[in-house]
């Protein structure tokens, strides 16, 4: 497959349990943010999106809340499954700028039964 | 639709040698981007086109590096002469809009220069 072996922050959950993964954002000026999940040999992936004008955005089984004060995104994934394992990566972006989508280190999250 | 289609998936090649790695976007996609991924770094942004047309080429790391899009269905990310901490796996994404929700990713080549 395609992943790159990261040494990332690992979160490890029992199935059925609540996730809540972090990120730290560094452009005050951002103004979009997006969750990607990454999975083994494969590229990331689209999870949910939200816009500076919002504090909290749901959907299925997720939800993202936006802090702009202390620049600091989480990413909450109810009832926890062993297919959620995967690596997570919170993405920013200036709509201003030049649509650059520039993303976080990344979280490994391990769902265990 | 295919989705973006990387090749090759695999790539080893000599260090001097040069590697051409190819992306066929989503076809109407008239944004597309190259990302490199590595251990140490992450996810960078190499460059990224508008219409077929570079935009912004700033985190191509040096000259070694080039990017071309003859046409809204092609480009191609090429290293001459590779190094061996060139190795890594390098992403293309093509979007309809600009914006992060309409990234489509590949699955990517895993680059190992030796």
């Known amino acids: 497959g395609e992943s790159v072996g990261l040494h990332l922050p690992t979160l490890s959950v029992q199935e059925g349990d609540n996730s809540i993964i972090n990120c730290a954002y560094s452009n005050s000026a951002s103004d979009y943010f997006i969750w990607y999940k990454q999975e083994s040999g494969k590229g990331p992936q689209f999870i949910i999106d939200i816009r500076s004008n919002m504090d909290k955005r749901q959907g299925q089984r997720v939800t993202v809340l936006l802090n702009k004060t202390v620049k600091h995104l989480s990413l909450q994934i109810a009832a926890t499954q062993p297919g959620d394992s995967a690596v997570y990566f919170c993405a920013e972006m200036f709509s201003g700028g030049y649509n650059k989508l520039i993303f976080g280190a990344g979280t490994r999250l391990a769902v265990h039964p | 639709d295919a989705g973006v289609i990387q090749s090759p998936r695999h790539e080893v090649t000599e260090m001097g040698q040069e590697v051409t790695l190819r992306c066929k976007p989503i076809?109407?996609?008239?944004?597309l981007f190259w990302y490199r991924q590595t251990m140490m770094r992450g996810l960078e942004l190499l460059i990224y086109f508008n219409n077929n047309v570079p935009i912004d080429d700033s985190g191509m790391p040096e000259d070694r590096f080039s990017a071309k899009m003859p046409n809204a269905s092609f480009s191609t990310l090429k290293i001459q002469p590779s190094e061996p901490r060139d190795s890594a796996v390098y992403f293309c994404a093509s979007s309809l809009t600009g914006r992060g929700y309409g990234y489509t990713f590949g699955s990517g080549t895993r680059l190992t220069v030796v």
């Open positions: 076809s109407g996609h008239d944004y």
